[in-house]
Nanobody
Framework: QVQLVESGGGLVQAGGSLRLSCAAS????????MGWFRQAPGKEREFVAA????????YYADSVKGRFTISRDNAKNTVYLQMNSLKPEDTAVYYC????????????????WGQGTQVTVSS
């Protein structure tokens, strides 16, 4: 069992930056692929970024590529999402999730989910 708690969300102007953190409980954190997803009002939850269990591989949605960076610190049981050059369309609740050994973009490939943190980007 893994419990995930996100933090770092907030209100920021377009062009600004935020760093989200996701703290995980459990001693098996390093065995999971970790992902970030987001859900805007009235829309389905969508994939943002994922990182392999070792941190050696990352994958991004086209909409955030070049602006967002996912990283992890297995010693701290934490995964991060650095978000730069934020746009109003990035406004959403951001969720972290723990999945299997392979990087995946589908919600169904992730087993554990956090409660989410709100990110609001004003124009």
């Amino acid at each position: 069992q893994v419990q995930l708690v996100e933090s770092g969300g907030g209100l920021v102007q377009a062009g600004g930056s935020l760093r989200l953190s996701c703290a995980a409980s459990g001693r098996t954190f390093s065995s999971y692929t970790m992902g970030w997803f987001r859900q805007a009002p009235g829309k389905e939850r969508e994939f943002v970024a994922a990182i392999s269990w070792s941190g050696g591989r990352t994958y991004y949605a086209d909409s955030v590529k070049g602006r967002f960076t996912i990283s992890r610190d297995n010693a701290k049981n934490t995964v991060y999402l650095q978000m730069n050059s934020l746009k109003p369309e990035d406004t959403a609740v951001y969720y972290c999730a723990a999945g299997g050994r392979l990087i995946a973009t589908s919600l169904s490939d992730y087993y554990y989910w956090g409660q989410g943190t709100q990110v609001t980007v004003s124009s």
